[in-house]
């Protein structure tokens, strides 16, 4: 799905909500928490909505369950490393799946 970004960003990744409880406010709280170290913005959408990925409301309000895809844009390409984290934290299932 392609969604009109209506802001400049300097990082793109993309990954997918692979654990079994999906999005919640644990890894909510963390990806915020992550969020906030940026030296700039840091967005997640679900191809639908575009939110603040240092607002744990904002992240919780997309409603990700498993398999849903997500995207992160960082509004610095200082914020790269920041961006890679957070889709290793999607990628390992937001380190609760059962064959960890």
């Not at 498993?66 to 390992?92: H, P, Q, R, Y």
């Amino acid at each position: 799905m392609t969604i009109n970004l209506d802001f400049q960003y300097s990082v793109f990744r993309q990954t997918t909500v692979v654990n079994a409880l999906g999005m919640h406010a644990r890894p909510a709280a963390a990806i915020a928490g992550m969020a906030q170290d940026a030296s700039g913005d840091i967005w997640l959408s679900d191809g639908k909505s575009i939110v603040d990925a240092a607002s744990i409301i904002d992240i919780l309000s997309l409603c990700a369950g498993t398999g849903t895809k997500m995207s992160i844009f960082t509004e610095k390409k200082e914020d790269l490393a920041l961006a890679d984290k957070i889709k290793n934290f999607f990628d390992i299932g937001f380190g609760e799946n059962e064959n960890e």
